[in-house]
């Protein structure tokens, strides 16, 4: 069974920059995509970046260009840097790791960290 613990959510006024980690239990992180998902009050969650087993990264339009993630698989840890923050970036964020077994998608979730951003 696999763990994904967030930590580094917080409130911080726009324009100002956040890291947010993400640390995985357990042995298939490095052979695993790793992603940040995002959910604000009242709105389905969304996608706003994935991380490949090879590094390759594919970004929202929202976050493009503001946001980083990046991992590194000797912590068993994901990041997401996030920079220029914007009111609208208020939201519970959520880490993903993926991976095909079988055929079949299977899905990790962490617990969520809280983002607020004042304007």
């Known amino acids: 069974q696999v763990q994904l613990v967030e930590s580094g959510g917080g409130l911080v006024q726009a324009g100002e920059s956040l890291r947010l980690s993400c640390a995985a239990s357990?042995?298939?992180?490095?052979?695993?995509?790793m992603g940040w998902y995002r959910q604000a009050p009242g709105e389905q969650r969304e996608l706003i970046a994935t991380?490949?087993?090879?590094?390759?990264?594919v970004y929202a339009d929202s976050v493009k260009g503001r946001f980083t993630i990046s991992r590194d698989n000797a912590k068993n840890t994901v990041y997401l840097q996030m920079n220029s923050l914007k009111s609208e970036d208020t939201a519970v964020y959520y880490c993903?790791?993926?991976?095909?077994?079988?055929?079949?998608?299977?899905?990790?979730w962490g617990q969520g960290t809280q983002v607020t951003v004042s304007s």
């Open positions: 991380i490949g087993i090879g590094g390759n990264t």
């Open positions: 993903n790791l993926h991976r095909v077994v079988l055929m079949k998608q299977v899905n990790y």
């Open positions: 357990g042995s298939i992180f490095s052979t695993s995509q």
